[in-house]
């Protein structure tokens, strides 16, 4: 009895032990990668209301094109994508996507038509193709499903920090206005694309592909990682074995597409438009900023998004993720975001912005818990692409239709209407999810 007792306080210790030097070695740098992924993805965001629209002569729907036609490439080959990192090894991949997409990143400093722009954005989508899939299958072969919420929750914490953090960088960046002769926006571009390509070139020497190549984790420490997953995968397997066809046909894969879309209309919605919406509280409220102020009031919503991430996050990994650890996030921010531009002053906009981006950002970890849970090897890769893919749809569709809603109308408010019912959408399919998911630990 008191050896059995001993062996169990033993096991828990290791366990405790690899999962905490997983989340400081492993995680924290690949939230860095996305952390990068992220700000030069949505660098236009900043680059448009700060000379780029004007000096190309853009309009709002020629801005959402470009910022939305990331995604055709981008889409085309996240699939194929992922699942030549299953076959190559997360080291080399991730390293050879950062390289080839800090190199077009960098191109944008000297962009001169919209033509111009139209091309860069969709290279760039190419370039990144399989990075944001890859890295949550990556990380989802390092640690088991009861650990999984909150390895990604860390994980995440990236996105809503790229904004607090990136924001005033790239507005400082914009404010050295003249440097190398090139405007504001172009430096910023320039700034914002160096650290993909040096931080690529880091990650082919300091990422280990599977547990079985990481020094620091100890013989006792691998062994019981190595069973705890090989024991999950065979469960998955024995359940039924999806392999990569049997993974795109299943229909839970689709439903999670499904809801994904809406999360990430809202998402890139936000994340494309807002520092334009900023940008308009002087004509709408006429308040006075200059360029550093207005990237400061971008990031003002994604902290708390940051804090509502991380404790939404615990909270999931404390009870096992649920429907609603989905659902609620997503219906709140189905509320709130066409509420925002009905706001009268520039504080409770920001205030209901910032409910918007605490729900999105509550939502999204805890909801790439849940395809890992009954997809594994190649069929991993394949289903959390397919999701991937089909949620970055709405990555084009989001900045497009804004665009050419707020041209149509002149306001923005139609527009965010919009994103509140493709989040609707998403709050009611979490909520019916439970019925259709068979493994009821996510119900």
């Avoid at 020629?62 to 299953?86: D, M, T, W």
């Avoid at 994904?260 to 520092?275: C, D, E, V």
């Avoid at 550093?292 to 404390?318: E, H, M, N, Q, V």
Wanted: glycine fraction near 10%.
């Amino acid at each position: 009895m008191d050896a059995t007792a001993t062996t169990l306080t033993t096991e828990q210790q290791v366990e405790k032990s690899t999962i905490r030097k997983i989340s400081l070695r492993i995680v924290p740098f690949i939230a860095l990668m996305f952390f990068i992924n992220f700000l030069d993805r949505t660098a236009i965001s900043f680059a448009g209301p700060n000379g780029m629209t004007q000096d190309l002569g853009m309009t709002a729907a020629q801005f959402g094109f470009a910022a939305g036609i990331f995604f055709f490439g981008y889409i085309v080959l996240e699939i194929p994508s992922n699942l030549a990192l299953h076959q190559y090894g997360a080291r080399r991949w991730l390293s050879r996507i950062m390289v080839t997409w800090g190199i077009v990143a960098m191109l944008f400093t000297w962009v001169s038509s919209i033509n111009g722009l139209y091309a860069l954005r969709f290279f760039l989508g190419v370039a990144e193709a399989g990075f944001f899939p890859g890295a949550i299958l990556y990380l989802s072969t390092w640690v088991p499903g009861r650990h999984r919420a909150k390895i990604l929750g860390l994980f995440y914490l990236a996105q809503p920090l790229t904004t607090v953090f990136g924001a005033p960088i790239a507005s400082a960046l914009i404010q050295a206005h003249g440097l190398f002769g090139l405007e504001g926006w172009r430096v910023m571009f320039l700034g914002v694309s160096i650290p993909a390509v040096i931080v690529g070139i880091i990650t082919w020497f300091y990422l280990p592909d599977t547990p079985v190549g990481a020094k620091w984790l100890s013989p006792a420490e691998k062994s019981w990682l190595n069973n705890a997953l090989a024991r999950e995968e065979d469960a998955k397997v024995a359940g039924r074995r999806h392999m990569t066809l049997e993974a795109l046909k299943d229909g839970r894969v689709w439903l999670l597409s499904a809801i994904y879309f809406g999360l990430i209309y809202g998402l890139y919605a936000l994340a494309f438009f807002l520092p334009t919406i900023i940008a308009g509280f002087e004509a709408k409220f006429g308040t006075k900023f200059d360029v550093f102020d207005k990237g400061l009031i971008t990031a003002i919503p994604y902290l708390p998004a940051a804090f509502a991430l991380y404790f939404w996050s615990r909270d999931a990994a404390k009870r096992g993720v649920r429907v609603w650890h989905v659902g609620i996030p997503a219906l709140i921010g189905a509320v709130s975001i066409p509420l925002a531009l009905l706001m009268s002053s520039p504080e409770t906009t920001v205030l209901v912005v910032t409910i918007t981006a605490c729900s999105i950002f509550a939502a999204l970890p805890n909801f790439w818990s849940l395809p890992t849970r009954f997809l594994t090897g190649a069929g991993a890769a394949a289903g959390i692409a397919l999701i991937n893919t089909v949620g970055n749809i709405a990555g084009f569709a989001a900045p497009y239709i804004t665009g050419a809603v707020k041209d149509a109308t002149g306001l923005y408010e139609m527009p965010m209407f919009i994103v509140g019912l493709f989040m609707l959408v998403s709050a009611v399919l979490a909520f019916g999810m439970g019925r259709v998911l068979k493994d009821r630990k996510v119900a």
